[in-house]
DNA sequence: GTGAAAGCGCTAACAC
DNA sequence: GTGTTAGCGCTTTCAC
């Protein structure tokens, strides 16, 4: 592993001049480029980015600080900015917190130690309360997740309106008992509740907290979650959930009820996965765009890394309702 | 962000002095340690990692190169590679390179550059054989492939003995006309292959050319495969893939063909997904220990990081054989 | 246009 | 035991 110093001595120049002509720097006098790029290229040289980092007092390395990567959502984003770090350079550190705020908040530290150029996370609220005043001293990108008062750059679903769209679609197809499923510890399981509520309204029903379960979003909780509201008195007729996960674990749930989709329960959900278009019948969700989410943030990112003090932005992204089977026209039986 | 300095300065001390104290020497008087422990505290001082990897020529990161994150057996990996880093104080990398061996060389590059302590990867072919020879200044574990007659720390499946005995499953439970549809451009597809004929043969069939395909392990191109078979003159009974991807494919041409399975034609795979489980009737598959192989990787790379002269390992995980409906024993009709 | 040299924050000889 | 200092590889003044 050459040193710029070898490089120097080889082209008989100072380290200074390699060193401009590794930054392009156009004060260097052909010639001389010339005899330097020749060593570069004998010697193989590479310049040692750590070296580089501590010079500048940062590193060409981003932070994606979520949950748990195995969450589909999750994976896509990532999948999406490891690739727009990666073409503009950057490496990308993945944390996965488990939804823990204690986790969350020693990653961060972690990304401060590490001195990253930023990170993107999708917090937790202690976490998203403290980012709300936090001088990080890297610049941040909040996903999924609304900060309400924060003045930090996110990238969001329009929730409400998702939502809301999803339960209108329910609804339309004449659904009238719907139960709702919500991850809980986030804004976004409660945005999505609200319009699920706001939709009901529209249509002249009452939101019934009976029908309404806040839980951890896994597949055991939605599949719990799932039992007990099938198991009601006066079951739903259809079964919104926030997440694939919860809607994995209430496709479970339903399966063991021996309940068929849609006649005797509707399952509508959030997020595209493979098994939702595999299943039979395919189940009706809201698409969110991941791709362009991750990439987004991490151009957000980027350019914040860029120009620290350029007003902060708040980009929403919208849904797609994927219609499918699993949501179809209600037949009355009785 | 206070310095070493600025510490040292603080508790009346030299730098060396607080270096010691961050260090655990026994060498420091207890009233010393007191006083810059407590400066440290004051100051909320955090070790700068990056001038610290300058001084030591290594980073306490390492890297994970894989295809596509979106893999699931890759999801499930880079959880517990992450798990396992994070543990050992280690922080995780993640590059995804499309099996393009051009994109596995410059993440390679970059993670030199990056001073990385180690490296997981699981590489195409041309990579492998580079590896064979290459210094790569820093420590590499192989995962998912093999590399023959590579010197190099290795976590595998037992990949011919795990497909021999999905084979012969199929064979007992009746099937006898068996495709294959294999993932190209890895050991891993053809070793899967290689099983599945010494299952053939070892029941007393012949494995035929028109019944094996290798294709990229990708969703699109298992669909496309599938249905070539199945739209064979003489079409299979019973479906095997070497991964998810190209049994969530397969599924769909089969789907797609109006197929019954298994009584029409009977599917099987390598890997446990949410989808696999979820499906009606759900997969018969090789669940990998998928945890166990990021967990293992990881501490065979730090082992080697602590002691590279160490001699190298290849750890051969089994697969378990998940039997479900996808393979139900056959009933024969005419 | 080019080079000498300081310094980013840390650790490890080496001296006392 | 503790401090002084050199130096990891790089960039960037500041002279010339």
Redesign the pocket.
């Known amino acids: ?1 050459a ?3 070898e490089v120097a001595r080889a082209a ?9 002509v ?2 392009n720097s156009p ?3 052909p ?3 010339e005899r330097v790029l020749k060593a570069i290229k004998e010697l193989e ?4 980015l ?3 980092s ?4 940062q590193t060409t390395t981003i932070g994606l600080i979520v949950s748990d990567i195995r969450n589909p959502f999750f994976t896509a984003i990532s999948r999406a900015v490891e690739d727009t770090a990666y073409e503009e350079g950057y490496s990308l550190i993945l944390c996965n917190t488990d939804e823990d705020p204690k986790k969350e908040s020693i990653y961060l530290n972690v990304m401060r130690d590490a001195n990253v150029a930023g990170v993107i996370l999708s917090p937790t609220g202690p976490t998203a309360a403290g980012l709300r005043e936090l001088e990080t001293g890297f610049a941040v990108v909040v996903i999924d997740r609304s900060i309400p008062d924060a003045d930090v750059d996110m990238v969001l679903l329009d929730n409400v309106d998702s939502a809301y769209r999803l339960t209108r679609h329910l609804l339309e197809n004449g659904y009238q008992r719907i139960a709702a499923i919500c991850g809980e510890r986030s804004t976004t399981g409660r945005e999505r509740c609200a319009g699920y509520e706001q939709a009901l309204r529209a249509y002249g029903l009452l939101p019934t907290a009976e029908l309404v379960r806040f839980v951890p979003p896994q597949i055991e909780a939605g599949y719990a979650a799932a039992l007990r509201l099938l198991d009601l008195p006066e079951p739903p007729e259809a079964l919104l959930t926030t997440n694939s996960l919860l809607a994995a674990g209430a496709l479970e749930a339903i399966r063991e009820r021996g309940l068929r989709i849609p006649d005797e329960i509707a399952l509508v959900t959030f997020d595209e996965t493979t098994w939702a278009s595999l299943v039979q019948p395919p189940i009706t969700l809201i698409e969110q765009p991941t791709y362009e989410i991750g990439k987004t943030a991490t151009e957000l990112l980027l350019q914040r890394v860029a120009e620290p003090e350029r007003p902060t932005r708040r980009v929403i992204l919208k849904g797609r309702l994927l219609v499918r089977g699993s949501s179809a026209p209600r037949v009355r039986c009785g």
């Open positions: 592993m040193s710029i110093k008989g120049v100072s380290t200074a001049t390699v060193s401009r590794l930054a004060h260097v006098r010639a001389l480029r040289y590479r310049p040692n750590i070296a580089r501590l010079r500048a007092q």
